[in-house]
C-alpha cells in the first residue's frame, strides 16, 4: 500500500542507487529472496531492520516489486 504520493515515489525510486549504492533491482532481489512475508508492511518493517533502509525507501521497493510481480502474472 504506497502512503504517498506518485511523484515523490518516483523520486525516491530515482534516488534510491543514489541513496543506497544499490539498484532497484538488486533490492527487489533481496526482497524476493528474503523471508516469504505476505503482508506489504511485513516486506517494508523487514528491509528498514535487515538492511537499515528509511521507510519511503523501503515502501518504494516494496511498491515496485509488487508491481513487477503483477506485470509477471499478467504476462
Known amino acids: 500500500?504506497?502512503?504517498?504520493?506518485?511523484?515523490?515515489?518516483?523520486q525516491l525510486v530515482d534516488r534510491l542507487p543514489t541513496a543506497?549504492?544499490?539498484?532497484?533491482?538488486?533490492?527487489?532481489?533481496?526482497?524476493?529472496?528474503?523471508?516469504?512475508?505476505s503482508r506489504?508492511?511485513?516486506?517494508?518493517?523487514?528491509l528498514q531492520d535487515e538492511h537499515g533502509l528509511s521507510h519511503g525507501f523501503a515502501t518504494a521497493i516494496v511498491h515496485e516489486a509488487n508491481l513487477a510481480?503483477?506485470?509477471?502474472?499478467?504476462?
Request: charged share 40%; net charge neutral; no cysteine.
Open 40 to 46: 506489504f508492511d511485513e516486506k517494508v518493517t523487514w
Open 69 to 75: 510481480r503483477a506485470q509477471r502474472k499478467l504476462g
Open 20 to 37: 543506497t549504492g544499490r539498484e532497484l533491482k538488486e533490492w527487489m532481489r533481496d526482497l524476493e529472496d528474503g523471508p516469504a512475508f
Open 1 to 10: 500500500m504506497l502512503r504517498h504520493s506518485e511523484q515523490t515515489h518516483q
